[in-house]
């Protein structure tokens, strides 16, 4: 998580000093252990199923508050829904997602960097961010696929 002080505040990466509460600590500690994205209610029936006292409310405020840090990655899955998942690149990067099981690899892209950035440039854009999400299926769902089809 972020740098935690004596007097029980934590730095955030955006540099802005917050309190340190136990619901805070439970979703980073339960963010920490989980390999692929969540969206805030699947996050919160798994805070709760380890008994954890958090609101659905609170849990949304600190996963967003994380993610405004960059302290998360956000994925939009195909119905809108974000999705966070904390990730193991510091710097910037894309992923190759499962549309099946959810599975999320990160990926660096520099010929999509040099691409955003000409394309930027050509139209005169400045200060430009952007994301790049690669949907696919996963090498294990695409075998379980060609099962699937070579049974029926």
Request: glycine share 8%; proline share 1%; aromatic share 4%.
């Amino acid at each position: 998580m972020a740098e935690t002080t004596a007097s029980g505040r934590a730095r955030a990466a955006g540099g802005r000093e917050q309190r340190v509460t136990k619901q805070k600590v439970a979703v980073s500690d339960t963010l920490d252990e989980l390999a692929d994205f969540v969206s805030t209610q699947e996050l919160h029936r798994i805070l709760q199923d380890r008994g954890a006292s958090i609101s659905l409310a609170t849990t949304y405020r600190i996963v967003q508050s994380m993610a405004e840090d960059g302290l998360l990655d956000v994925l939009r899955a195909d119905d809108g829904e974000a999705r966070y998942r904390r990730c193991e690149a510091h710097g910037h990067h894309h992923h190759l997602v499962c549309r099946r099981c959810g599975k999320a690899v990160e990926i660096e892209a520099p010929a999509v960097e040099a691409w955003a950035s000409r394309i930027a440039a050509e139209n005169g854009y400045t200060a430009v961010e952007h994301t790049v999400e690669i949907f696919g299926l996963c090498p294990e769902c695409s075998a379980a696929l060609a099962a699937e089809h070579s049974e029926g």
